[in-house]
């Protein structure tokens, strides 16, 4: 009946239907000459809506993946999802069949190409099963690249490191460190390099590995190696996107039951569909609606002169109007960054990064939230805002020109890049006697110092050491955190927390007490509150159990908040852009104004240094 209904309608969403026991009944007639044909059910769909997105972003990436237990007879659900303009997974197609194999997967993926005749291909993401990427490449042809997501990796080497080299965990430590190595390099060359070396010094010690890896990995890196990635891809190097919606469509809609009917499960994705066309078009109308006005007002606002402002106080400006010169108008700043759980009016030029309409007041007559004078105030202060520097206390004061944009007076960005670049065989040296050592990674001795330094001089400030976090993490008690604070916790308005839950990269999380704000910072992305990520959710919810036995505040009353702030650009720094956001929120300055690494870097070296310098002269 389902069947027949879609099939009436305009535009049929029905790609392939072959049901147990029967011939095919929508697609191509060949599929019953596949051997037991008889025992196949399929059913792949694709609304007119899906159809235009994968021709819109489908160049970009498509990321495939399937999952099992969305109906009682466990038949394997197929997700086919784009990256949108707002770096959302959008689904594309769905398929729902008992086989999985190529074979079967060359009809879904030959029926998505009859609606799509013209569809260009640049990169599919899979995991390690190549039946779908076979089936992809006999549909539209070999000119595609083809990616392995990163953790499916992970997972795979982590799988064989028990199976060939346990029970020996150093060693295991030691290759998968070096294995994140060659996975991370960007350098195409030094890859190479590290890979000879690897096989040179592990061979003798786990010979049975190397000759797994080599077999399996090494005679194929381009759909592995971040090396072979150098070029457009939606920055997507995991199928993060397919297992979100996965964990969406189980965890939200489905309450981790299964649909007894497949068309329940049908139904259930119809409706996601419909949610995420909405969501979309939604996007797209409310960005083009404010863009042009904010763009018009952001363009005038630049061009008034910086004479024309004056400073009447803490976040109060004057600024003289361009067409009566003896009119003032006031604007007010009232919020260090957006404040509302959804903001749709924002300006995106560069020099007036993260402005948001609930960020300041103009007095002016103009009718909308961002004024050409908001503009010219918030261009102005990222132009010239003073940054202070923890490890400064003689009231010395950086400017933000100076420090993020005029370095060539402290040294040379570049060449300093390359004098910390260590060779194949000086990185696996390290790791004989360091198994946790990874280039570029800050350990956690070091993030700990920085914390405990902005604890130590900052009394407004609580730290939670990583360690601890691991016993939150696990609802294990934290009696003793903070006894040497005694009263003192309950002056303190913020806690600040370096958590790595996947052992690999540093998120932070910080607890603004007077607020109720729990503020959630993973350097990879600016998290979108309206669509979570599982960590950020677990991470309120850990942290709101923790402060309700440890502080007495009750877990109604906390709020998840992620902050816009600057991104990493590669893939090693997560460490050090949590201790630059520790330090901004302890200041109460932006996470917005830009930095690089490598500046980040050195300036974390001097904060730490100046701090140990100042203990060694009081001991002394």
């Known amino acids: 009946m389902l069947t027949a209904n879609l099939e009436a309608e305009e535009y049929s969403p029905v790609l392939i239907y072959k049901p147990q026991g029967q011939n095919v009944v929508i697609g191509d007639a060949t599929i019953d000459d596949l051997p037991q044909s008889k025992q196949l059910f399929a059913y792949g769909i694709q609304t007119k809506e899906q159809r235009d997105m994968l021709k819109l972003h489908g160049h970009k990436i498509l990321c495939i993946d399937a999952t099992h237990g969305t109906n009682a007879y466990d038949f394997q659900l197929l997700n086919v999802l784009v990256v949108d303009d707002f770096h959302h997974g959008y689904p594309v197609a769905h398929f729902i069949s008992n086989k999985q194999d190529e074979k079967t997967l060359y009809y879904f993926f030959l029926a998505i190409k009859e609606r799509c005749p013209d569809l260009q291909l640049t990169v599919i993401m899979t995991d390690d099963d190549y039946s779908g990427w076979n089936a992809i490449t006999a549909v539209f042809g070999m000119e595609i690249n083809h990616f392995l997501c990163k953790w499916h990796v992970h997972r795979a080497w982590q799988k064989r490191l028990r199976q060939y080299v346990y029970p020996d965990q150093n060693l295991m430590k030691e290759v998968y460190h ?357 960590q950020a959710n677990q991470a309120f919810t850990m942290m709101t159990g923790f402060l309700k036995n440890k502080m007495k505040i009750e877990e109604s009353e906390w709020r998840l908040v992620c902050p816009p702030h600057i991104l990493q650009e590669d893939n090693s720094s997560c460490g050090v852009y949590v201790c630059h956001y520790a330090a901004q929120l302890v200041k109460n300055e932006l996470l917005t104004v830009p930095a690089s690494a490598m500046l980040l870097r050195k300036w974390l070296q001097k904060e730490i240094g100046s701090c140990t310098l100042d203990n060694d002269n009081e001991k002394n």
């Open 178 to 534: 070096c294995l994140m190595l060659m996975l991370e390099e960007q350098n195409e060359s030094k890859f190479k390099q590290i890979c000879e070396a690897f096989l040179e010094r592990y061979t003798p010690l786990c010979e049975r590995f190397t000759k797994h890896f080599a077999d399996n990995y090494l005679n194929r890196p381009e759909v592995w190696a971040m090396c072979y990635r150098n070029f457009p891809h939606a920055g997507t190097d995991t199928n993060m996107f397919v297992e979100s919606f996965h964990n969406r469509l189980k965890t939200f809609y489905m309450k981790r039951r299964p649909n007894k009917r497949i068309d329940d499960l049908l139904h259930l994705l119809f409706k996601i569909e419909e949610e995420d066309y909405w969501r979309h078009n939604k996007d797209l109308q409310l960005s083009r609606k404010h863009s042009t006005a904010v763009l018009t007002r952001h363009a005038k606002g630049i061009t008034i002169p910086d004479g024309n402002v004056e400073v009447r106080g803490t976040n109060v400006w004057l600024i003289q109007s361009q067409s009566e010169k003896t009119t003032l108008y006031t604007i007010e700043k009232r919020s260090e960054s957006c404040v509302a759980d959804f903001c749709f009016e924002k300006c995106t030029e560069l020099c007036c990064m993260d402005l948001c309409s609930h960020m300041y007041t103009c007095s002016c007559l103009d009718v909308a939230s961002l004024c050409k004078h908001i503009h010219k105030i918030h261009s102005y202060l990222i132009k010239n805002c003073t940054i202070t520097s923890s490890s400064d206390r003689n009231n010395t004061h950086v400017t933000s020109d100076t420090l993020l944009l005029n370095t060539t007076n402290d040294f040379d960005e570049a060449n300093e890049a390359k004098r910390i670049l260590l060779s194949a065989s000086e990185l696996l040296d390290i790791h004989s006697h360091d198994a946790q050592f990874v280039c570029g990674w800050l350990i956690d001795e070091v993030i700990n110092g920085y914390f405990w330094m902005l604890e130590h001089f900052n009394s407004h400030v609580l730290y939670i050491p990583s360690t601890t976090m691991l016993v939150i993490e696990r609802n294990h008690s934290t009696r003793r955190l903070w006894e040497d604070r005694g009263e003192g916790i309950n002056d303190s308005t913020l806690i600040i927390a370096p958590w790595n839950p996947t052992n690999y990269h540093w998120l932070l999380i910080a607890i603004d007490i007077q607020n109720r704000n729990i503020l959630y910072l993973n350097p990879l992305e600016n998290t979108n509150t309206s669509s979570l990520p599982p």
